[in-house]
């Protein structure tokens, strides 16, 4: 008989596009990862992660979906249909595809198809950048599809500073926790929320959906979605009505007072309650805790980013606490962009010098008509789909599916699984898990660094990011020692070691079972307006934006919504079974996904309760599992983000609901929920 083999218990870290960066603790038996937890490693992840990470990795990593050899296609585009072929042959391909493109239009005619899956730091951007930079290609905008509007709102103010860690609530008296679906999508916030109410504090909740959060806290405002920069600026004008404003703070540390509150005064209390969908009892119950705060912290989602007024939102909101003072002490402040204290050197990583002048640069959300764009000087010719399954996750599916069909385009892909988006390429490169190579992980929701070392050996003949970009490198005569480094090295190259909190050892040597937290340069807690200040021109928190007054015309936070063609809002927020579109192969989601609806919607269209629906635009139709539910308001759906296309009898996911020619007001990113639908029977 055999002994079966022996479980060992290994160190590991979440690498999925989430702000928390958990700390794992996984069981192997010999080369099958058996099971996933959470780690005590870093200490404000403390064990916990989220279900779809524990329920679904294994079989992410070892199920039927998982990619094990390199594919070659082998019927019509988007059918499926591959064969296997050898690792030379796959490499071979590309350089053929590559060297087809560059010889007929130049290197810019090929493009990186590339966003965030995995967040470490040579898996997420390292050889494939010096690869593509070497070569000439064209540029790629990323942060237009998701996390750039947040970031350039943050920016704005406070320039690259990190701002309040979010373990830091243990000293706030009041949150504002604002378009953040925290049990879904920023976990450990909860616990600490808990405490914060426990020790008589108070939670405030604005969000359009009754998210679960809301049902623990003090005070929720049910927003209509789009309209959060018309409260935050009736908050900010109604906040000096009642001679509230720290003058001193705002003398000392604020830029830019008089042209924002001259626009913030433009927002009375009518047009707040109108506007928003929310009763004056509520906004002034709002102001009221502001007010009797000492310690007020905001924390905001990504979801206010996606309306057209959203980059305005977001600045409005974090303007709130400047205008209350209550910056320069622990437990107050912005929670945002507390990992921009981890001394990355991405530069250096990425090989920023390698770049051509002059190279042009794509916005990610423009690729759909770009890559159908025979008008362009150099057309796009060949794309390499990596880190990404775009029809999953870019508005207007159907256009973006359509530009993947091309048969002149010459696609290459790299994945761990079979996406959707695979299915369109030419050839396949199996990618390895993050439990199979040595990576490094800066969070960018909280400040700590840590390291993880493979778990298991490479699943089938799949291999690292680094590892397929330099071979990919020698197979194009790249020949500098920058294409030939190691994991190690990219490690060590990825992160200043002269940091003082590194103590000393190369990043590449920190210790696998602790999480190194980042600080202040004084070796205190970040607390911005004291150890930490604003990395702006002014070195103070600029409400006024010159960068955005001259590239959009307006400097200061403004609404503008966009018009409303069909009656009813749909909103896309993350998925508690899956982080974007990874999991989507899971079988938890291979069903028909949910379409949330308010009992009066539902009434008026003669819908029921479980049936299966039909919504609709002029771009599409998807078919969604009806739940009646007063979580939602009237005239405003919700059905969670990141859904296959095997979800849908009509093959498209709510992706294909959704505008990509409405732009967000600042950094022209993607507008999600300025997605206008009717809903129908099935038929």
């Not at 009736?234 to 009505?241: D, Y």
């Not at 998807?622 to 093959?651: C, D, E, F, M, N």
Request: charged letters at 20%; glycine letters at 10%; a negative charge.
């Amino acid at each position: 008989m055999n002994k079966p083999l022996d479980i060992q218990t290994l160190p590991s870290v979440c690498p999925l596009d989430c702000p928390d960066t958990c700390s794992l603790s996984v069981k192997v038996q010999g080369e099958r990862l058996v099971e996933v937890k959470g780690s005590s490693a870093n200490p404000y992840t403390g064990s916990v992660i989220c279900n779809k990470v524990a329920r679904y990795y294994p079989e992410f990593v070892h199920g039927a979906a998982r990619l094990t050899h390199p594919l070659k296609r082998v019927g019509p585009r988007g059918s499926g249909q591959f064969e296997r072929i050898s690792w030379d042959t796959a490499l071979d391909m590309v350089h053929t595809g590559f060297s087809k493109a560059i010889e007929a239009h130049g290197p810019e005619s090929v493009l990186p198809f590339n966003y965030a899956g995995p967040h470490g730091e040579l898996a997420g951007g390292s050889m494939d950048r010096r690869f593509f930079y070497q070569m000439g290609a064209s540029l790629l905008n990323r942060g237009p599809l998701c996390g750039g509007v947040r970031g350039g709102a943050y920016a704005s103010l406070f320039g690259a500073a990190p701002g309040m860690p979010p373990v830091q609530i243990e000293h706030s008296d009041l949150i504002l926790v604002w378009g953040n679906n925290v049990t879904v999508s920023n976990l450990h916030l909860a616990p600490l929320l808990k405490k914060l109410r426990a020790r008589g504090g108070k939670v405030v909740v604005v969000d359009p959906k009754r998210i679960k959060i809301a049902e623990q806290c003090d005070l929720y405002l049910q927003i209509k979605p789009g309209t959060d920069v018309v409260l935050a600026m009736g908050l900010a004008a109604e906040l000096e009505r009642r001679n509230a404003l720290n003058e001193a703070f705002i003398t000392e540390w604020v830029e830019g007072f008089d042209p924002y509150m001259s626009q913030a005064r433009q927002y009375d209390l009518d047009q707040v309650v109108e506007t928003c969908g929310i009763s004056a009892e509520e906004f002034h119950a709002l102001a009221d805790m502001m007010i009797a705060s000492q310690n007020m912290a905001c924390a905001f989602g990504n979801g206010i980013e996606r309306g057209r007024s959203g980059g305005s939102a977001l600045r409005a909101g974090m303007a709130l606490p400047a205008l209350l003072g209550h910056h320069g002490r622990l437990g107050a402040g912005v929670m945002a962009k507390s990992g921009g204290a981890t001394p990355k050197t991405q530069a250096r990583l990425q090989g920023d010098h390698l770049i051509k002048p002059g190279t042009r640069v794509f916005n990610i959300v423009d690729l759909a008509e770009k890559l159908q764009d025979d008008s362009l000087e150099v057309p796009i010719k060949a794309t390499m789909i990596y880190n990404h399954n775009p029809v999953a996750t870019h508005p207007d599916q159907a256009n973006l599916m359509r530009a993947l069909m091309r048969e002149d385009l010459f696609i290459a892909g790299c994945d761990v699984v079979m996406t959707d988006s695979m299915a369109y390429c030419d050839v396949i490169l199996p990618a390895a898990s993050h439990f199979e190579f040595d990576d490094i992980y800066g969070a960018y929701g909280q400040n700590y660094l840590q390291r993880a070392a493979p778990v298991i050996p490479h699943v089938g003949e799949s291999l690292p990011n680094t590892e397929i970009f330099r071979r990919l490198a020698a197979r194009f005569g790249y020949e500098d020692a920058l294409f030939q480094a190691s994991d190690t090295q990219l490690m060590d190259e990825a992160i200043d070691g002269a940091h003082p909190q590194l103590e000393g050892k190369r990043p590449s040597e920190i210790p696998l079972d602790r999480a190194i937290e980042m600080m202040a340069p004084d070796g205190e807690p970040l607390v911005m307006c004291k150890n930490v200040t604003p990395a702006t021109a002014s070195g103070r928190i600029e409400l006024f934006s010159q960068d955005y007054q001259d590239r959009y015309g307006f400097g200061v936070p403004r609404y503008d919504p966009a018009p409303q063609d069909l009656p009813l809002v749909l909103i896309t927020p993350s998925s508690s079974k899956r982080t974007n579109a990874t999991f989507g192969s899971d079988p938890a989601s291979t069903g028909p996904e949910q379409l949330e609806m308010h009992p009066k919607d539902a009434e008026a269209r003669g819908l029921t309760e479980g049936e299966i629906v039909t919504v609709w635009n002029a771009r599409g139709a998807v078919t969604l599992a009806l739940k009646i539910t007063t979580a939602t308001r009237p005239g405003v759906l919700y059905s969670p983000k990141g859904t296959w296309r095997g979800s849908s009898q009509t093959g498209l996911t709510v992706n294909a609901l959704i505008p990509a020619d409405i732009r967000t007001d600042i950094e022209d990113g993607a507008c999600y929920h300025e997605t206008f639908v009717e809903v129908k029977p099935l038929q």
